[in-house]
């Protein structure tokens, strides 16, 4: 379908702009004649190279996401239609992205199309986890309920992340702190000593040769150090679309001390609210676990899960593989085995993600106050040890004068 730029105005005269899809001009018209918009001006849109839309990962902030979904529910339990609860979106979300699919979404509804049908044309924005629970939805006629049940599920998604990304943002933050005033220091402040030391009578210390000769090195050869980074880079993020690669990667993380634990923790509480959310919206068990399979975020996990899913397909366990798994704490498979003898795995898996989710939050806390000091700790040796390094030997020099 081309997309169109239209200038259209309702009965009331108030002007509409924006972006429609059709095969034709008078397709287009239709459609916006069954909106109650009369069109003023309608010209097809040109796509260049610099206006096609480039995204690495899902487009729409998560933040964004969440808020778009708390205001569905709401407008649907007020008795709003689909279709005017989406119209009414459009306008109040922030989200530029998110505004233009909804607008396309729009379209797709006027036409006839289920929620889902329109959802799942834009993979992009929404999660093949999202449009299926939708569906679900929609076919067992609680929308209103998924909906809401999508909304608490990806706001704790949202909330989850903050926590990692909070405990992880401090040590970041000085550690390019710290590389700053190193690079600074190497750049701009020991080379200012540099003649100072040429007259020192005697050997210099070790630690201020090794000092003198990395602010040599980083003078004549920035530039290929940040090649270097760049390089490292990019290889990662090209290790990373591979499988086999990725699995490695995502195992070495969850090795990580204390970090690591921290990480298999989220993973926990992700996998069983996802799977619990699915569950609970009647998605059959095979397609909820392929599913959580493919949003879990991680390899070791994924795999884990798909090797469940392999049993569950032989009328076994899914707790089975996930028992003599080293990520799976015993108190996760040992709940799940009793929430399938008692056949209530949806909210064993929900009491699951609650504790995990506890444990997060309590351990990201942790995480900072220990990882503050530390940190500082680091910072003030490397610092100081590059201060020493210049202050000895001129100590030494003007005990030789003197």
């Known amino acids: ?27 287009v018209h239709s459609r916006l004649r069954d909106r109650g918009l009369r069109v003023v001006d309608l010209q097809p849109k040109k796509e260049t190279l610099w206006s096609k839309d480039i995204y690495i990962g899902n487009p729409v902030k998560l933040a964004d996401f969440v808020i778009y979904l708390r205001q569905f529910s709401t407008l649907i339990k007020s ?13 109040q979300t922030e989200s530029k992205v998110l505004k233009k699919t909804l607008a396309q979404v729009e379209v797709d509804l006027n036409e006839g199309n289920s929620l889902s049908d329109a ?9 093949p986890l999202f449009i299926n629970m939708v569906h679900a939805g929609e076919v067992s006629g609680s929308l209103e309920e998924t909906l809401e049940e ?11 992340k903050q926590k990692i990304k909070s405990a992880m943002t401090y040590p970041v933050v000085v550690g390019f702190i710290a590389l700053a005033v190193i690079a600074f220091l190497l750049i701009y402040v020991v080379p200012t000593f540099v003649d100072m030391f040429a007259q020192f009578d005697g050997e210099l210390p070790g630690i201020t040769k090794f000092v003198i000769g990395s602010s040599a090195w980083l003078i004549g050869n920035w530039w290929l150090l940040l090649l270097i980074i760049v390089i490292i880079g990019i290889g990662l993020y090209a290790m990373m679309q591979k499988p086999d690669t990725k699995y490695y990667i995502d195992l070495f993380l969850l090795r990580i001390p204390i970090f690591g634990n921290l990480l298999k923790k989220a993973l926990i509480a992700r996998f069983s609210r996802t799977l ?31 090797e469940s899913r392999y049993v569950l397909e032989r009328g076994r366990s899914m707790s089975e593989p996930l028992d003599k798994h080293w990520a799976f704490p015993p108190l996760v498979t040992q709940m799940i085995a009793v929430g399938e003898q008692t056949g209530t795995l949806d909210h064993m898996l929900g009491r699951i993600a609650d504790f995990y989710e ?16 530390l940190m ?27």
Not at 79 to 91: A, K, Q, W
Not at 119 to 127: S, W
Not at 150 to 156: C, D, T, V, W
Not at 377 to 401: D, Q, S, Y
């Open 276 to 306: 619990s959310s699915l569950l609970m919206n009647s998605v059959s068990i095979l397609k909820a676990v392929a599913l959580t399979e493919k949003v879990v975020g991680n390899e070791v996990f994924s795999r884990a899960l798909g």
């Open 358 to 373: 506890s444990e997060v939050e309590t351990a990201t806390d942790s995480l900072k106050s220990l990882i503050e000091p």
């Open 376 to 402: 500082i700790v680091v910072l003030a040796v490397i610092v100081g040890t590059i201060v020493l390094a210049i202050m000895v030997p001129m100590f030494e020099l003007f005990n030789n004068v003197g």
């Open 79 to 91: 008795g709003v239609t689909i279709v005017d609860s989406t119209r009414i979106l459009i306008n």
């Open 119 to 127: 959802l799942g044309k834009h993979p992009k924005v929404f999660t």
């Open 150 to 160: 999508l909304a608490e599920y990806f706001e704790r998604q949202h909330e989850t």
């Open 1 to 27: 379908m081309a997309q169109f730029n239209y200038v259209a105005r309702d009965r009331q005269g108030k002007k509409h702009t924006g972006v429609i899809q059709g095969d034709t001009k008078k397709m």
